[in-house]
């Protein structure tokens, strides 16, 4: 029978370290990314932001990098704490602010 | 700071009934959009509004699905005929402009039964 629901990725990362979130884009049009973190029961809550004029933006912890020839985001998050286990999401703005949203990779942080 | 706020959290409504999930967009934002989330799965566009018209919506958007601005700050959706597949989490956003960062409420849960 079919599967009902996505099998997240997962990346498991020890407290302290640096977590790499990775993800693919599909519309090479798209001039607008943005990252997401939805915890248990809430609404995603943006992180990060970056414009297809840039290929890399650094904010409080994080870092967005932007790949347009293989059109590949990633988010870097230093010194990963218990805080920061959530699902990711990487979305790519479309026509009148509509956003494509990504499948998202939960990420554990372990003691 | 300001927030997009939804009520109710969680709402269970039996199939074929209309339910009406309720929004407050950040004041000064111009772009409204409505989301769910199947639970386990990813975020999915509904709608966007703009200028009190539908600017854009997706094929889950259909006749059964209606968004209103009934006065200048609350923001609704109203599914008219329920099915069991609506339960999900709907979530309402808001942004400044269309191009901008979209804030997110903290959703409403439908349930179905």
């Known amino acids: 029978g079919e599967s009902v629901g996505l099998h997240l990725p997962t990346l498991s990362v020890q407290e302290g370290d640096n977590s790499i979130i990775n993800c693919a884009y599909s519309n090479s049009a798209s001039d607008y990314f943005i990252w997401y973190k939805q915890e248990s029961g809430k609404g995603p809550q943006f992180i990060i932001d970056?414009?297809?004029?840039?290929d890399k933006r650094q904010g409080q912890r994080v870092t967005v990098l932007l790949n347009k020839t293989v059109k590949h985001l990633s988010l870097q998050i230093a010194a990963t704490q218990p805080g920061d286990s959530a699902v990711y999401f990487c979305a790519e703005n479309g026509s009148w602010g509509k956003l494509q949203f990504g499948a998202g990779t939960q990420v554990v942080v372990t003691p | 700071e300001p927030e997009v706020t939804q009520t109710p959290s969680h709402q269970v409504t039996q199939m074929g009934q209309e339910v009406i999930l309720r929004c407050v967009p950040i004041?000064?934002?111009?772009?409204f959009y409505w989301y769910r989330q199947i639970l386990g799965q990813k975020v999915e566009f509904l709608v966007s509004f703009y200028n009190n018209e539908i600017s854009e919506k997706s094929e889950i958007f259909d006749d059964q699905f209606s968004v209103e601005r009934p006065d200048g700050s609350n923001f609704t959706l109203k599914i008219r005929s329920t099915k069991l597949e609506d339960s999900a989490m709907y979530f309402c956003a808001s942004s400044e402009q269309g191009g901008t960062e979209a804030f997110f409420g903290q959703g409403t849960r439908l349930t179905v039964v």
């Open positions: 004041s000064n934002h111009l772009y």
């Open positions: 970056i414009r297809s004029n840039m």
